[in-house]
């Protein structure tokens, strides 16, 4: 199938979501997971290496600096769903005000970094790269801080990993995932507002009801 923006984003409003099996094939089917996996942003897990890798990392962090650029690391593997079209469809979005990126650079050097779609305040993660230690778990802390001091409701990951259970996400039956959908789809939150984002604030901020 082939995908406007319009009907890529109506997918995401009632729950599913597009893959490729591969880089190289042009196909696009719906995935729509008995289980859901979601970031509960108030369970975000720091642990005592992580919290002195976000103090001393040197790191610095941008959202929406370089879009295509994490879009393109996170595509950059072996095994990858992300083909040319939902690339060009997540530029596409990107251009809307529906998918945010968040980078991790070390200098200039772009290093890691994670993007989603948003609707109203439902943050929905695609996918994340790292080219340093941790540094997409850096993302990923900075991240549920964003989404927290935004307004955020709802942080679906679409699956869960081993390493995103080991960060705080858990799983849930589609039934409540769908309820938790339209209650987020129906607030509004802000992914570009300005927030404060030293390390040691965020570190207090999402460890605090941890």
């Known amino acids: 199938m082939s995908l406007s923006p319009?009907?890529?984003?109506?997918?995401?409003?009632?729950?599913?979501?597009?893959?490729?099996?591969h880089r190289d094939d042009p196909e696009l089917f719906w995935v729509d997971p008995k289980f859901r996996g979601v970031f509960p942003l108030d369970g975000f897990h720091v642990s005592r290496s992580l919290a002195r890798r976000i103090r001393n990392c040197g790191f610095s962090v941008t959202i929406n600096r370089d879009f295509s650029g994490v879009v393109d690391g996170c595509a950059d593997r072996a095994d990858t769903?992300?083909?040319?079209?939902?690339?060009?469809?997540y530029r596409q979005i990107h251009h809307t005000g529906h998918a945010h990126s968040l980078e991790i650079w070390d200098g200039n050097t772009?290093?890691?970094?994670?993007?989603?779609v948003t609707l109203g305040a439902a943050f929905f993660g695609e996918s994340m790269f790292s080219r340093r230690t941790d540094a997409s778990k850096i993302a990923l802390a900075y991240l549920v801080?964003?989404?927290?001091?935004?307004?955020?409701?709802?942080?679906?990951?679409?699956?869960?990993?081993?390493h995103l259970a080991s960060l705080g996400a858990i799983e849930i039956p589609r039934a409540q995932y769908r309820q938790e959908l339209t209650e987020a789809i129906d607030a509004s939150a802000d992914?570009?507002?300005?927030v404060a984002q030293s390390p040691e604030g965020v570190i207090q901020?999402?460890?605090?009801?941890?």
Do not use: K
């Not at 992914?191 to 300005?194: G, K, L, R, S, Y």
């Not at 901020?205 to 941890?210: A, D, K, L, W």
């Open 81 to 89: 769903w992300i083909n040319a079209e939902l690339r060009d469809l």
């Open 110 to 116: 772009l290093v890691g970094g994670v993007y989603g």
């Open 6 to 21: 319009e009907l890529l984003l109506h997918g995401y409003s009632i729950g599913i979501f597009p893959m490729a099996e």
């Open 191 to 194: 992914f570009t507002a300005e």
């Open 145 to 162: 801080d964003r989404l927290r001091q935004t307004g955020f409701q709802l942080f679906d990951t679409q699956f869960l990993t081993a």
């Open 205 to 210: 901020r999402i460890t605090q009801t941890s």
